[in-house]
Each structure stands twice: as C-alpha cells, then as structure tokens.
C-alpha cells in the first residue's frame, strides 16, 4: 500500500461542468462516499486508480486547453498535488 499523494481540488472551480460528469454515482447510484472509497473497495478498478484519476482529469483540462478555455494545470505535478485546495487533507488515504 502506498499513501495518495495530496490533491488540491476545488469544486467552486468546476461549477460550469454538470456534477454528473464526475460522479456518476448520482446516475447508476453505485456508491455514495468519495470517488477514492469507492474506487479502491472496488477490486476491479482498485489497481488501476491513479491512472484512472490522472487521465480523467488531466485529459479533460488539456480538452479545453486545446478548446482555448481557461483550463486547470496538466503539465507539472505540483499543480495539482500541493497542500492548497479542498481534498488536500486526503493524504491519509491509502492506494493497493
């Protein structure tokens, strides 16, 4: 097991993308905890996480980077993972 490591997320950030985008727990009501307890109790996406995590997000910043909107960071790690921001008290959790 390895420690996630902290992410700076911001939901007043991305209140112009309908929440169903990320959570669709509100449509097919898989789950109703955090995108990281689900995912991780879910054996099969378990290993695959931090793949899963970086390309949704990463990719749909660089989407609109490329549509020339304002876009989140893609590029540089500390962007992202810093103490900033409202998950950044998530470092507890733990990946498999």
Do not use: W
């Not at 490591?5 to 990320?22: G, K, M, P, S």
């Amino acid at each position: 097991q390895h420690q996630f490591l902290r992410v700076a997320f911001e939901h007043l950030d991305h209140q112009n993308i309908h929440c169903t985008y990320c959570h669709h727990n509100y449509i097919d009501d898989t789950g109703h905890d955090s995108c990281y307890s689900c995912h991780k109790r879910d054996q099969s996406v378990a290993l695959e996480i931090e793949e899963m995590f970086h390309d949704f997000c990463r990719d749909c910043h660089v989407e609109e980077a490329q549509k020339g909107l304002v876009s989140g960071p893609f590029r540089v790690c500390q962007e992202c993972h810093h103490d900033g921001g409202r998950l950044a008290t998530n470092s507890g959790l733990m990946k498999r």
